[in-house]
């Protein structure tokens, strides 16, 4: 079969990146309880797959790997545990698959334990990809399959940050960083669905007039420089946002934790720019703000953002479509961050 796959590890990714049509397709006759295969009608891809191709801390990585987390596709075989009605039903993943973790205490709420498709196995860059059933919602023949495929994982992400782990609420202020990749443009989707305003950042002034136009309230430059926190703080009569949705890290953390009203709430579900941020303690306990921390999200928490997406409550935003043959276009496109919105793998 056709598969997209990282041949080595190494920077920059794309060029690492290649179509093949001999890749093993799985074994239909021997599926694992639970599993089911996808024939692909769309990829999406995440920040996740820079981080296959560069390499993760802890991780040893075998290449050649296929890459993805995302996928539009029609269901073509299912294994002897699954329900018939399955099969030829159009779907898309969530691939944050919960694991048991033994030894946990039972005396408070201890979240997820999560292991990635596309990550911790083989990915979704492929024709034909065998997925635990459990991990699927159906679409409507009607919806767009790369909407569909662009819409799982930065939107399940987002929606947890924001209303399981932030608790958003209606009608608050709440900040989101760098606009343009997934995530944000996620966050602030769920944000304006809820009433809320919404004041967003970026280095491009390109991406801000592209954020305003899908409804963004404010908007403030990010030179690299200068502390925009006094804009922010400036904007909302200098009380602060309630919430501030940050994947950057290390170069916007202190900025955002400088914008947030008393009782405020950090959240982050990664850091491109880097783990080690430095923050302001002594902000924190006196304006009790809290810092959360996020990844991905649980089934429950996947249909009810999905819920949204098939009544056209939530959209994505596509950024640009490239064909399987064009994959090493797709990373290099999503490693220049020159992009706004998804960028997505035909397959059909």
Same mark, same amino acid.
């Given at each position: 079969?056709?598969? %997209?796959?990282?041949?080595?590890?190494?920077? *920059?990714?794309?060029?690492?990146?290649?179509?093949?049509?001999?890749?093993?397709?799985?074994?239909?006759?021997?599926?694992?309880?639970?599993? %089911?295969?996808?024939?692909?009608?769309?990829? +999406?891809? !995440?920040?996740?797959?820079?981080?296959?191709?560069?390499?993760?801390?802890?991780?040893?990585?075998?290449?050649?790997?296929?890459?993805?987390?995302?996928?539009?596709?029609?269901?073509?075989?299912?294994?002897?545990?699954? !329900?018939?009605?399955?099969?030829?039903?159009?779907?898309? /993943?969530?691939?944050? #698959?919960?694991?048991?973790?033994? !030894?946990? *205490?039972?005396?408070?709420?201890?979240?997820?334990?999560?292991?990635?498709?596309?990550? =911790?196995?083989?990915?979704?860059?492929?024709?034909?990809?065998? #997925? *635990?059933?459990?991990?699927?919602?159906?679409?409507?023949?009607?919806?767009?399959?790369?909407? +569909?495929?662009?819409?799982?994982?930065?939107? /399940?992400?987002?929606?947890?940050?924001?209303?399981?782990?932030?608790?958003?609420? *209606?009608?608050?202020? %709440?900040?989101?960083?760098?606009?343009?990749?997934?995530?944000?443009?996620?966050?602030?989707? &769920?944000?304006? =669905? /809820?009433?809320?305003?919404?004041?967003?950042?970026?280095? =491009?002034?390109?991406?801000?007039?592209?954020?305003?136009?899908?409804?963004?309230?404010?908007?403030? /430059?990010?030179?690299?420089?200068?502390?925009?926190?006094?804009? $922010?703080?400036?904007?909302?009569?200098?009380?602060?946002?309630?919430?501030?949705?940050?994947?950057?890290?290390?170069?916007? =953390?202190? @900025?955002?934790?400088?914008?947030?009203?008393?009782?405020?709430? @950090?959240?982050?579900?990664?850091?491109?720019?880097?783990?080690?941020?430095?923050?302001?303690?002594?902000?924190?306990?006196? !304006?009790?703000?809290?810092?959360?921390?996020?990844?991905?999200?649980?089934?429950?928490?996947?249909?009810?953002?999905?819920?949204?997406?098939?009544?056209?409550?939530?959209?994505? $935003?596509?950024?640009? %479509? @490239?064909?399987?043959?064009? +994959?090493?276009? +797709?990373?290099?496109?999503?490693?220049?961050?020159?992009?706004?919105?998804?960028?997505? &793998?035909?397959?059909?």
């Amino acid at each position: 079969m056709r598969a %997209v796959i990282i041949q080595r590890q190494g920077t *920059p990714v794309c060029e690492n990146v290649k179509c093949v049509n001999d890749w093993p397709e799985p074994d239909r006759e021997n599926l694992t309880a639970g599993q %089911v295969i996808i024939r692909s009608k769309a990829t +999406a891809l !995440n920040h996740l797959d820079l981080w296959m191709g560069r390499g993760l801390p802890g991780m040893n990585l075998s290449f050649p790997r296929i890459s993805g987390s995302d996928i539009c596709g029609v269901v073509e075989s299912i294994g002897a545990d699954v !329900n018939q009605s399955w099969l030829g039903k159009k779907v898309i /993943l969530n691939a944050a #698959v919960e694991v048991e973790t033994p !030894n946990q *205490p039972d005396s408070r709420a201890v979240p997820d334990a999560l292991a990635m498709i596309g990550e =911790h196995t083989m990915g979704t860059h492929c024709q034909l990809v065998s #997925v *635990p059933v459990k991990q699927l919602v159906e679409v409507g023949d009607e919806i767009d399959a790369n909407e +569909a495929a662009a819409f799982g994982l930065s939107f /399940l992400t987002a929606w947890k940050c924001l209303i399981t782990r932030a608790e958003l609420r *209606p009608a608050q202020i %709440v900040l989101i960083t760098g606009i343009g990749g997934g995530v944000a443009i996620s966050g602030l989707a &769920i944000a304006k =669905h /809820l009433g809320c305003r919404t004041i967003v950042t970026s280095r =491009h002034q390109w991406k801000l007039d592209k954020a305003k136009e899908l409804g963004a309230d404010d908007v403030v /430059l990010d030179d690299g420089s200068t502390d925009w926190s006094r804009e $922010v703080r400036q904007l909302t009569g200098k009380r602060g946002v309630d919430i501030a949705l940050d994947s950057i890290g290390k170069k916007t =953390h202190l @900025y955002c934790i400088k914008s947030l009203a008393r009782g405020g709430t @950090y959240t982050t579900p990664g850091c491109t720019t880097g783990p080690d941020a430095v923050t302001d303690l002594a902000r924190i306990f006196w !304006n009790q703000l809290k810092i959360v921390g996020s990844t991905m999200g649980n089934m429950n928490e996947f249909h009810e953002v999905c819920a949204l997406f098939r009544k056209g409550a939530l959209q994505p $935003v596509i950024d640009s %479509v @490239y064909p399987a043959n064009e +994959a090493d276009q +797709a990373y290099q496109r999503l490693e220049s961050g020159e992009h706004f919105g998804k960028v997505v &793998i035909d397959w059909r």
